[in-house]
């Protein structure tokens, strides 16, 4: 970024500079958190009126720091104090607006400050959004400097968690057997999927136990349907594949019990919920900065899958993205990017591409071998030389093992701050798989992705 200043001798009344800037949702989130502006008023999701339409009015002082900034990089430029400054606020902009700001010089006085008229306008129908007038100390030394490094921010928000809520809202509520929901989170999840209208949940398990928890948690159960099951979680487990079985449970969902515990009977092959392929595990995580959706399958089920297992991680994986409206680019991950024959994941990524070029796998593009960083990175990506549509742009990442996965989940996590909704596939329906450290965002999101892929999976 290069910056040029105009100082007070240069500056003659009539020079003029403007830029031009689209007001984000994500300025408006910015803004709050800098300026400790709450105003629901200006904030994208922020509802005032509670007509169902966020307001996503940009604040004031928002535009205001438009003229700032064309002041300090622009005219006067780097240098420049602003000593005083009127406004008139003429209309509102919002979120979506594209604006055009105007600082033109009126007055060089002789202590060396310069008066200078301001206004922004939306162009696309010529409105006046801002008029005033600037005064400020010029600057008096020539500043010229090319390479300047801001810090880029990203805005924590999972905005692609929000658009799949708000794609299940509409949904039929998915009739989901929720197991053992017999501690805080695991019936605050359901409660909370079910107030959004996304699951009617069937409480499967020690009915003294959930009732004991919702007393504790000031829940009200009232309408809730309840199977009690006084034996083990595996006999909860059970149960709830018998209400699948029964078509009265179109989804399952984890509750306070071990993973191995709500998927024994699950696997069993005369009473369980297994239709062919292998059951796989896929977290779909809201990565922040990212553009779409980022897959990571299997991170918690298949520990050291073989070749035929790995092919059904990426069949299930596929059929997932699509139901979800995602086109699926999957990179199969390994230690390089080049067959090593000591490397067996190097091998069994190229294989499992071949497969999908000769039709064994279906629905997606798949390339491998590939690391994690031309996986992801077009530049990493054109470094190595590595064409194609997946190479630098996968949006689904298969790991080598469970190891892998759950490492590469977790830094996703707790070090890039996405949030992951976990879901089983391979099953009659789809299980939603929580864990207790779940922000509520990602209970609501997986309860979101089941209910997507289940109505999806039926209109096909």
Do not use: W
Request: charged letters at 20%; one cysteine or more.
């Amino acid at each position: 970024m290069r910056l040029v200043n105009r100082t007070f001798d240069d500056l003659q009344p009539g020079d003029s500079a403007a830029l031009q800037r689209l007001v984000t949702p994500d300025d408006l989130y910015v803004f709050a958190a800098s300026s400790g502006n709450y105003n629901p008023m200006n904030l994208p999701n922020g509802d005032l009126d509670g007509d169902g339409t966020p307001e996503q009015i940009a604040p004031g002082m928002f535009i205001a720091s438009l003229i700032s900034a064309l002041l300090g990089t622009h005219l006067p430029g780097p240098g420049t104090v602003l000593r005083q400054q009127t406004l008139v606020f003429h209309t509102v902009a919002r979120a979506g607006d594209e604006l055009l700001c105007r600082v033109t010089v009126l007055e060089k006085q002789p202590d060396g400050t310069v008066r200078l008229r301001a206004e922004v306008r939306r162009p696309r129908d010529a409105a006046l959004i801002v008029t005033g007038e600037a005064l400020v100390q010029a600057p008096q030394v020539r500043f010229d400097r090319d390479g300047l490094h801001i810090p880029g921010l990203i805005v924590q928000r999972h905005r692609h968690f929000e658009a799949l809520i708000d794609r299940a809202r509409p949904l039929p509520p998915l009739a989901t057997a929720v197991v053992c929901p017999d501690d805080a989170n695991a019936l605050g999840g359901a409660l909370l999927a079910m107030a959004e209208g996304i699951l009617t949940p069937i409480l499967v398990g020690k009915a003294d136990a959930i009732g004991a928890t919702a007393q504790q948690t000031g829940a009200d159960l009232t309408g809730i349907e309840i199977v009690d099951v006084p034996g083990d979680d595996a006999a909860a487990a059970a149960m709830a594949c018998a209400l699948v079985r029964e078509g009265r449970a179109q989804a399952v969902m984890k509750g306070h019990l071990h993973t191995d515990d709500l998927l024994r009977p699950m696997v069993d092959r005369d009473l369980g919920l297994r239709v062919g392929r292998r059951f796989t595990h896929v977290f779909v995580m809201d990565v922040p900065g990212l553009p779409e959706p980022l897959m990571v399958t299997d991170a918690a089920i298949n520990i050291a899958p073989d070749l035929m297992t790995k092919v059904d991680i990426v069949q299930n994986a596929i059929d997932l993205a699509r139901s979800l409206g995602i086109d699926p680019r999957v990179g199969v991950l390994s230690a390089v990017e080049t067959v090593t024959p000591a490397i067996q994941s190097s091998i069994d990524a190229a294989l499992l591409s071949k497969m999908a070029e000769r039709g064994q796998i279906r629905g997606g593009a798949v390339e491998g071998p590939l690391a994690m960083d031309n996986a992801v990175d077009m530049a990493a990506a054109r470094t190595k030389g590595l064409s194609g549509g997946v190479a630098g742009r996968a949006n689904i990442l298969v790991v080598p093992g469970i190891d892998a996965g759950n490492m590469l989940a977790k830094q996703l996590a707790y070090i890039s701050h996405a949030e992951g909704a976990g879901l089983v596939l391979g099953a009659r329906v789809p299980v939603i798989l929580t864990s207790r450290s779940d922000s509520p965002m990602a209970r609501l999101a997986s309860a979101a992705v089941a209910a997507i892929h289940h109505f999806a999976a039926h209109r096909a």
